[in-house]
């Protein structure tokens, strides 16, 4: 009887716990009660603060009750990637290397390869957040041009905030479970219950790794450069003679070529088939049926 009891409190555990993670997921403005999340700007964090927390030991002393809230910085994973034409490939990838140990960052990956008697190099880093501005003005400065530049933010505090809850309610389900295991007298129920505790906590194990690695993207910024030296974006000349500009001529030759085929090709289709189809598509037929009906009385005389 007991072993029953059980068994039927770890599945009704399990499907409360499990009813509770769906309407989680489907509304993230509603968090577990009774603690409220909020979520405010990071450069507002702290007047929000001030403006939640009432004085002294933070209790509603309008119901009497504590009233705990979370208040989550906004998490915006930002990226850039930077396109720059540089005097010397090798002393830009010394500077480089010189800004990202100074603001705390880190070389992910670095790539030179020789393009004929010049280097070039792509460098993939990540740099504290809070320093990208300065980061990027900096790699400018190396610059002699900037060919290229994009900075995108991908704002990921839904998906955080969703994250919190399913947490909150998983580590309830591992506290009802440890509890339901303590008190098994048999092995039957003990093991029933041991496979419930191991799926819950893998599943906060998988929800505390995507909640970090969300932090650690936002927290550090990840910017792209690929470095082309002066030399090999210098037009070519000999002699007076513009190589690059032929190339360029004959190109635009070869595409209104193209064009002139392509809009004469679309004029054939769109209106000169339809109108032969329609002029001469009846006389064709005809001409099929009267010969067809002159084979058929040379073939009667025949016979």
């Not at 990956?109 to 501005?133: H, M, T, W």
């Not at 909640?211 to 090999?232: F, G, K, N, R, W």
Request: hydrophobic content about 45%; proline content about 4%; charged content about 30%.
């Amino acid at each position: 009887m007991k072993k029953a009891l059980y068994i039927i409190g770890v599945a009704l555990l399990v499907l409360v716990m499990a009813g509770c993670g769906m309407r989680q997921a489907a509304s993230t403005s509603a968090p577990m009660e009774p603690r409220e999340v909020v979520v405010v700007e990071k450069e507002t964090a702290d007047d929000w603060d001030q403006a939640v927390a009432p004085p002294g030991d933070g209790v509603n002393y309008d119901s009497g009750e504590a009233a705990p809230v979370d208040v989550v910085e906004r998490l915006i994973i930002r990226n850039a990637w930077l396109d720059l034409v540089v005097p010397d490939t090798d002393e830009a990838l010394g500077e480089i290397e010189d800004v990202v140990d100074e603001m705390d960052g880190f070389i992910v990956q670095s790539n030179v390869y020789q393009s004929g008697e010049s280097k070039r190099a792509s460098v993939q880093l990540r740099i504290p957040a809070d320093k990208l501005a300065e980061a990027l003005e900096r790699f400018r400065d190396l610059a002699t041009e900037v060919r290229s530049e994009n900075v995108s933010g991908q704002d990921v505090t839904e998906e955080y905030v969703d994250l919190q809850s399913r947490l909150r309610s998983k580590e309830a389900a591992e506290a009802k479970l440890l509890q339901f295991l303590e008190e098994a007298e048999d092995t039957e129920a003990a093991l029933e219950v041991y496979t419930q505790l191991e799926r819950i906590q893998t599943d906060i194990e998988v929800i505390k790794g995507r909640m970090q690695y969300l932090e650690q993207s936002a927290a550090m910024s990840s910017v792209s450069i690929e470095l082309t030296p002066d030399e090999l974006v210098q037009p070519i000349e000999i002699g007076g003679w513009h190589p690059e500009g032929t190339l360029k001529d004959a190109v635009e030759a070869l595409i209104r070529v193209l064009q002139f085929l392509v809009d004469a090709l679309i004029v054939v289709v769109v209106v000169i088939l339809p109108v032969v189809l329609v002029v001469f598509g009846p006389l064709v037929a005809l001409f099929f049926l009267v010969r067809a009906l002159v084979r058929r009385r040379r073939a009667r005389r025949a016979e």
